[in-house]
């Protein structure tokens, strides 16, 4: 199994910065894509951002700017800096994790999503 544990949520006044980590651990071979994703009440969830094994990453139009994702691929982490933070990014924060695990010998390999139990940003206006 695999197991995501994310850390650093809290309440911070609007203009503050937090950063959020995100570990993975268990049974994979490597990770593919790492992302925050963040849900606020009564709204679905939507991605934040990711970041890819070689390091290339993807924002949502409403963080760019503020927040920057990036990863320890040898201690498979992530972090998301958020900085300039608004009301309206208060949300529960997941990470996501797409993990591959070589399957035979021939190479087939076996990809699998897990997500986080998230953390709670509370920005305060």
């Known amino acids: 199994q695999v197991q995501v544990v994310e850390s650093g949520g809290g309440l911070v006044q609007a203009g503050g910065s937090l950063r959020l980590s995100c570990a993975a651990s268990?049974?994979?071979?490597?990770?593919?894509?790492m992302g925050w994703y963040r849900q606020a009440p009564g709204k679905q969830r939507e991605l934040v951002a990711d970041?890819?094994?070689?390091?290339?990453?993807n924002y949502a139009d409403s963080v760019k700017g503020r927040f920057t994702i990036s990863r320890d691929n040898a201690k498979n982490t992530a972090s998301l800096q958020m900085n300039s933070l608004k009301f309206e990014d208060t949300a529960v924060y997941y990470c996501?994790?797409?993990?591959?695990?070589?399957?035979?010998?021939?190479?087939?390999?076996?990809?699998?999503?897990?997500w986080g139990d998230g953390t709670l940003v509370t920005v305060s206006s």
């Open positions: 996501k994790v797409d993990t591959q695990k070589v399957i035979n010998v021939e190479g087939a390999v076996y990809r699998k999503d897990y």
């Open positions: 970041i890819s094994s070689g390091g290339i990453t």
């Open positions: 268990g049974r994979f071979d490597s990770i593919n894509t």
